[in-house]
């Protein structure tokens, strides 16, 4: 991180890093919908980035046996790549498994899902994957960005980005492993407490009074 300043021969200035802060219920899908079968949920933006298409494309590759559904939720930024989706849907037929929330201010409050499905192509600190760790839900996850130092070993599986063989097997693997993984991610319930928005607020502040001092 401070390389490119060092290069110059500058002195590099303390550094504080601060977690992408997350405000949680514990009991956010207490009262979500349940559905039947194997249910995954998908939750962001509608982004050319995150591959909303591929996520689509790798669950229609499953068994016809599994009975799968996925939830989306999320704000559609691009156009163009709902409409990409959407045509994936139409054309897998699997337009009966896929379910449009939009954007919604709580969505674990919605569905109760089995797993979290996160197919950036690129990330930071996501914190939607932050809040299923905390709430004990599986996750298949690409492996961009930092989202491996959130999952726990054991808490969900990570795969390549935008490789949609790779993420189908992970699927499969995931939907064999269910009560695996699933008594893993619940094990991990409640973890991550750094990252709650309580705690991230108090280090703002500690870091703001710091800077302030030091300008006295």
Avoid at 24 to 35: E, I, K, Q, S, V
Avoid at 64 to 73: E, K, N, P
Wanted: with cysteine; net charge neutral.
């Amino acid at each position: 991180r401070d390389r490119p300043v060092r290069k110059l021969g500058a002195a590099v200035p303390p550094v504080d890093v601060m977690p992408n802060g997350f405000d949680c219920p514990d009991d956010a899908a207490a009262t979500a919908l349940r559905r039947p079968g194997i249910s995954f949920v998908w939750v962001g933006r509608i982004a050319e980035e995150k591959r909303l298409d591929l996520a689509i494309e790798a669950l229609s590759w499953l068994e016809r046996g599994i009975d799968w559904t996925l939830d989306v939720s999320g704000p559609t930024y691009d156009p163009g790549s709902e409409r990409r989706a959407r045509r994936v849907v139409g054309e897998r037929g699997v337009d009966s498994r896929v379910h449009w929330w939009g954007q919604q201010t709580a969505p674990w409050a919605c569905v109760k899902p089995d797993f979290l499905l996160h197919t950036s192509s690129t990330e930071g600190s996501p914190r939607v994957v932050a809040e299923a760790v905390f709430l004990g839900i599986p996750i298949i996850a690409t492996d961009v960005g930092g989202i491996a130092s959130l999952i726990a070993e054991g808490v969900g599986l990570l795969v390549d980005p935008d490789r949609v063989e790779l993420l189908s097997a992970a699927l499969a693997e995931a939907v064999r492993r269910k009560g695996e993984l699933t008594q893993q991610a619940q094990a991990q319930r409640g973890a991550l407490p750094a990252m709650r928005w309580n705690v991230v607020a108090a280090r703002y502040v500690e870091l703001y009074e710091k800077a302030l001092a030091g300008r006295s």
